[in-house]
């Protein structure tokens, strides 16, 4: 703390200084000819330069923590107090989207403040990618924007992304090559990748959530990297681009939408990341196979999933790789290879649904959980930690997970882009994995 002064000083500088924002941007608004847009990314300048001086004005994470609170109930008072609506929420509010930016930016910065504050570049580089690169991001594709695309909530571009990854590069590259140790090639393997990366979690977020996703990803992106050799740096750079051009050429053969490719090739890093190339292969062999095997769904549009029932599909499979990143478990793969046996079981029997509503359930389960062991089969077959129950535990999961998405039938024939009808698939397919891999496990240790 350079202030070297009592916590509430610099509690009392800060909010002044966002007090002080919020009414010269209010000056703005009403004396100037500046878009809405505009003038709330000058908001979100603005926050971010103040948010940069955290580290100096605090050595413990309460002060922030409590500004972080008094600025919730402030922008919540801006938003439903119709005179404070109506003059300084205009700041934030007079924008025609959906958002909730503001409060995840607030959550943003406080995560990464507990996280990083101890590392000044870090956590200087988090704050610079949240306010610059996303700013430039927005505005770039509100007056440049020309090639669009749908994400829930909105819509993006590819010049607002292509600006954000420039933009993101050089905020990271710049303060590892000048404020720390990081060579030169090192530091631009690091900010490539991880404006990739960034660049990509940025196309899928709507409606303000990003404000709290990519400084935290960033964060967590850096210490990764940081200490990684050369080679490795460039292995995962090679990994990026080449889920990304498989993603873009397999495009017309899936049935996922742009948002959902994108979140498809920023999943499949996540699992390399978390558990090298076994880790990946499941979940490869499910995108490049599920259209063939099991055929597209009779909806008129040919490419009707969105990133929200990505994330459904692939939350599974999320939950075991972290599990397994945090604790270090080789018995955690069987399972996770289960899931995505058992997702391509449920897409089949989903998209015969839809064919043939009145088509007998035992029948699709069978010809489906059959399907399922594509992925099933060779995923169990590259592991050197296979137990003699996991290819038997892994058909029960399968065959579990179809018998509880009976229960969602009705809902997913009705609705079956629904990202509410998809949350019954990742609590089918985690409940059938874990119960049948528990109940083998338990039974072998009775064995034994």
């Known amino acids: 703390m350079i202030l070297g002064a009592s916590p509430w000083v610099g509690i009392g500088a800060f909010a002044a200084g966002v007090m002080a924002l919020i009414g010269t941007l209010t000056i703005l608004r009403r004396t100037t000819s500046l878009s809405a847009e505009t003038i709330r990314k000058l908001f979100h300048l603005g926050g971010g330069a103040t948010a940069l001086a955290l580290p100096w004005l605090f050595d413990s994470l309460w002060p922030v923590a409590l500004l972080a609170g008094i600025s919730a109930l402030l922008f919540l008072a801006l938003r439903v107090v119709p005179r404070l609506r109506e003059g300084p929420g205009q700041v934030l509010q007079s924008v025609t989207r959906q958002s909730i930016g503001e409060f995840s930016f607030l959550l943003g910065v406080l995560a990464i403040f507990a996280i990083a504050f101890d590392d000044v570049v870090i956590y200087s580089i988090g704050i610079l990618v949240l306010?610059?690169?996303?700013?430039?991001?927005?505005?770039?594709?509100?007056?440049?924007?020309?090639?669009?695309?749908?994400?829930?909530?909105?819509?993006?571009?590819?010049?607002?992304?292509?600006?954000?990854?420039?933009?993101?590069?050089?905020?990271?590259?710049?303060?590892?090559?000048?404020?720390?140790?990081?060579?030169?090639?090192?530091?631009?393997?690091?900010?490539?990748?991880?404006?990739?990366?960034?660049?990509?979690?940025?196309?899928?977020?709507?409606?303000?959530?990003?404000?709290?996703?990519?400084?935290?990803?960033?964060?967590?992106?850096?210490?990764?990297?940081?200490?990684?050799?050369?080679?490795?740096?460039?292995?995962?750079?090679?990994?990026?681009?080449?889920?990304?051009?498989?993603?873009?050429?397999?495009?017309?053969?899936?049935?996922?939408?742009?948002?959902?490719?994108?979140?498809?090739?920023?999943?499949?890093?996540?699992?390399?990341?978390?558990?090298?190339?076994?880790?990946?292969?499941p979940p490869l062999i499910l995108f490049a196979t599920y259209t063939k095997l099991v055929g597209r769904p009779p909806l008129e549009d040919s490419r009707p999933f969105h990133a929200d029932v990505l994330l459904a599909i692939v939350a599974p499979g999320v939950l075991l790789a972290t599990l397994n990143a945090v604790l270090q478990l080789p018995t955690l793969y069987a399972p996770y290879v289960a899931v995505w046996a058992a997702n391509l079981a449920v897409i089949g029997t989903l998209h015969g649904w839809l064919a043939n509503p009145a088509a007998p359930n035992l029948r699709l389960m069978l010809i489906n959980g059959a399907r399922s062991l594509v992925v099933l089969i060779p995923g169990l077959g590259v592991t050197d930690a296979l137990r003699v129950h996991d290819p038997v535990a892994g058909l029960c999961a399968i065959l579990l997970a179809l018998l509880l998405i009976l229960g969602a039938k009705k809902r997913l024939v009705a609705a079956p882009t629904s990202a509410a009808a998809w949350s019954r698939v990742t609590l089918s397919v985690t409940s059938g994995a874990l119960a049948s891999f528990t109940i083998f496990g338990v039974l072998q240790e009775v064995l034994a």
Request: hydrophobic share 60%; with cysteine.
């Open 131 to 281: 306010a610059v690169a996303d700013t430039a991001a927005a505005l770039v594709g509100v007056f440049y924007g020309q090639h669009a695309y749908v994400v829930p909530g909105g819509k993006k571009s590819g010049e607002g992304s292509s600006a954000f990854l420039l933009t993101a590069f050089l905020c990271t590259h710049v303060p590892l090559l000048l404020f720390t140790e990081t060579g030169r090639l090192e530091s631009l393997l690091i900010a490539f990748n991880a404006a990739v990366l960034l660049m990509l979690a940025e196309a899928d977020a709507a409606r303000g959530i990003d404000n709290f996703i990519l400084p935290v990803l960033v964060v967590v992106l850096l210490e990764l990297f940081i200490d990684m050799p050369v080679f490795e740096l460039a292995a995962n750079g090679a990994v990026i681009i080449a889920l990304g051009v498989l993603v873009f050429a397999y495009r017309n053969r899936t049935t996922l939408s742009p948002d959902a490719l994108i979140g498809a090739a920023l999943a499949g890093y996540l699992f390399w990341l978390f558990g090298g190339w076994r880790w990946m292969l």
